[in-house]
Every structure is written in C-alpha cells, then in structure tokens.
C-alpha cells in the first residue's frame, strides 16, 4: 500500500475549495488543516495497542515467544483446546519489526481516510469483524499445522470496505475508477506474493479480511447523497449519511453468528 495526500484522496476530492476572502489572500498558501473532528483517533489508539503489544516482547527477553505461543492463531490449540480467544488475540500479534512496521503503517494511511467518513463505531466494527473472518477463513482453509499471526486482516478489511465505499459512490467522488484500479492492482501483487512458493504469509487470512471488510461495509458504511454546497470537512460529508447502523444491527449479529459456525464446523472437520 503506498502512502497518498489525505487532500489528493477521492474521499477528499468530493469537496471543492471555497473561494478565499480579498482580505486574507496568503490563506492560499497554507495547507489546509484536518478538522479536530476529523481526527482519526480510533485509528491512532489501535496503532498505539499493537505498538505497546509488539514492544513489550521486544524488550524482554524470553517473552516474545512466550505471547506468540499463548496468543497466536494456532489451529491445533483452537480445535483440540477450545483456545477460540486465538482468533482475536492473534489480530495484535506480530512476528518481527517488519512486519509490524508495514501494518501499522499501512493502518495509518488507511484508517486515517476511512475512519472520518465511516465513524468510529462502524470502523471499529469492520477492523474487529474484518479481522475475525481473516483468522476463521484461515482456520477453515489453513490446516491444521496454521500458526498465524498480524493485523493483516483486519487492515485488509479497511482496505476492501474503502474500496466498496468508492464503488457505491462512483457518482459522488471524484477519480473513483483510477483509485479502485489502484486497489485491484495492490490486491493482485499481495495474492500473487503471499502464494508464491515457500512464503509465510497467510494468504487465507487476507482473502478473509477482505472478503468480511466488503462485505460489511456493503451493508452498513455511510450511503451519502450528493451535496449541495461544498462540504467543509468529512464530518460534514458524513452527515449526510442515509444508511443509519442501527437498521443493520440484526444484519451484524447474523455476521457473528456465522462466524461462530465456521469456527464449529472447522473444529468437526480438524479435530483428530
């Protein structure tokens, strides 16, 4: 994922900039600033989690391998010791500085454009759930052997409910089938990699994330109708939501349940 200007992003483009006062004409010259509403704190404070997490087995001898054992999306400790709690904790485990560096990073980036227009509960509610079908998708189709870690499925779930968001937004946004062609292209070269021969990276884990990010966030993201005027900030943007989460709370909780049958039915078919 490479980094982009919040202000050349597509969900930044729907504005226009207002006409600067005859008074102040130097307001042209400064960059406009992110509302304090606008703030992607959510985004800041999951960082902050997995960084504290990371950091903690980093500088303690002994106990970094101590976490990934107790913690990690081990098949064979979910299926034969019902350690189910592996599925989320793995989501805030990471195997080296790496790893943990790109998906931060790629957090960041992301979660700092979807968190403003999606709102921090639907956002929170895509990165977990998001999360949770990466670690269940890798359980049903990894094998038994699976041992699993990061938060690559859950910032995938980001990645793909931006991605859905855009789609149903076409006619709203601007630039919206160069940045979709953009996204396809990074969803390619991760898959191609991550089923090379020999590559560590659970694959299944990301098609999870994503395909549970889309799919939420066909559901329950904003649905905006197309301003009048120039929004000043996302929140603005947001306000004009016509797809309110609570008429799809029954819809998340279906997810759940679904969820937790995959979890039973991989624990019948890998228990020995």
């Known amino acids: 994922m490479t980094e982009q200007n919040n202000q050349d992003h597509p969900l930044y483009q729907a504005r226009t900039p207002r006409p600067a006062a005859a008074s102040a004409p130097n307001r042209l010259l400064k960059r406009p600033r992110r ?14 989690l997995n960084g504290l997490v990371f950091l903690v087995g980093f500088l303690q001898p002994g106990l970094e391998w101590e976490l990934m054992l107790r913690g990690a999306l081990i098949s064979q400790a979910i299926v034969v010791d019902g350690e189910f709690y592996r599925l989320l904790t793995a989501m805030f485990l990471h195997g080296s500085l790496g790893h943990i560096f790109f998906n931060m990073y790629a957090l960041y980036v992301i979660g700092g454009q ?3 227009i999606f709102g921090r509960v639907r956002f929170l509610l895509i990165y977990l759930l998001g999360g949770l079908s990466g670690s269940v998708l890798s359980l049903v189709l990894g094998g038994i052997a699976t041992f699993s870690v990061g938060a690559s499925g859950a910032v995938f779930a980001i990645f793909a409910a931006e991605a859905a968001h855009l789609y149903q937004h076409r006619a709203v946004y601007a630039q919206v089938r160069a ?6 292209i990074l969803i390619a070269i991760n898959l191609v990699i991550g089923f090379l021969p020999g590559s ?4 299944w884990g990301h098609i999870g994330g994503m395909l549970g990010g889309a799919l939420l966030a066909w559901r329950i993201a904003p649905r905006l109708s197309r301003p009048k005027l120039p929004p000043r900030s996302l929140t603005e943007v947001a306000k004009l939501d016509r797809n309110p989460l609570n008429r799809h709370l029954p819809e998340v909780v279906l997810y759940i349940f679904v969820l937790i049958a995959l979890v039973a039915l991989a624990s019948s078919l890998l228990a020995p």
């Open 35 to 48: 509302p304090r509403e606008d703030q992607p704190l959510l985004t800041y404070l999951l960082i902050a």
């Open 114 to 116: 979807v968190e403003p």
């Open 179 to 184: 940045r979709l062609q953009h996204m396809g």
């Open 200 to 203: 560590r990276i659970d694959s």
